[in-house]
């Protein structure tokens, strides 16, 4: 689809706000696309969002559950975390699942990318569909407290309809793989 390429931001400024290992904050004054004078704060994220969606031969998956702490609520997920930039996204996929549920996997399929929320930050995510699974001991990093549960498919997209689940990364991982499924594209 064709769309202009030229941005209507120009930058008259920029401040660096706040700096962690995992995220840069950067306000920005700016002349706005109307011409007028504003201001725009940017999340840079350090990492890549990560996140595989395991599905064995019986079309079985794992729900990871956790609290989360910017929420104030626990949340029901697949498996989830950063790959920092530079590395390879799918060796960050491996190592995730490895860590909270003990899986490896013998079949990695890209299946999305996502930008999660592109109107303060420029995290992309980028969603694999994870075959061939055997089990291991799982390695859970010091900040996560986590219950792992292993349910059927459709009881995890039951929970994304129903809006029990409401990850952004989990919900589109489960309805791509729906969709795949219905097409007979798995």
């Excluded at 209507?8 to 400024?13: A, F, L, N, R």
């Excluded at 060796?91 to 303060?120: C, D, F, M, P, Y």
């Excluded at 498919?153 to 994304?160: H, K, L, Q």
Aim: hydrophobic share 35%; net charge negative; proline share 6%.
């Amino acid at each position: 689809m064709h769309h202009p390429e030229d941005n209507p931001w120009k930058i008259t400024s920029e401040q660096n706000i706040y700096d962690n290992p995992w995220i840069n904050v950067t306000e920005y004054q700016v002349i706005n696309p109307a011409g007028n004078p504003g201001i725009y704060g940017k999340v840079h994220y350090k990492n890549l969002a990560i996140g595989v969606l395991p599905l064995d031969e019986e079309l079985n998956t794992y729900l990871v559950g956790q609290y989360r702490f910017p929420l104030n609520q626990y949340s029901w997920e697949m498996p989830e975390g950063g790959g920092p930039e530079g590395t390879d996204p799918l060796e960050s996929a491996k190592r995730e699942l490895l860590e909270e549920t003990g899986l490896k996997a013998s079949q990695w399929t890209e299946i999305q990318r996502l930008h999660l929320s592109n109107s303060v930050s420029d995290e992309l995510s980028i969603l694999y569909l994870a075959r061939g699974l055997e089990q291991f001991e799982a390695e859970p990093e010091e900040t996560e407290q986590l219950i792992i549960k292993k349910v059927p498919f459709a009881d995890m997209y039951r929970m994304v309809c129903d809006g029990e689940i409401t990850d952004a990364m989990t919900v589109a991982a489960v309805l791509k793989v729906q969709l795949l499924l219905t097409e007979n594209r798995l």
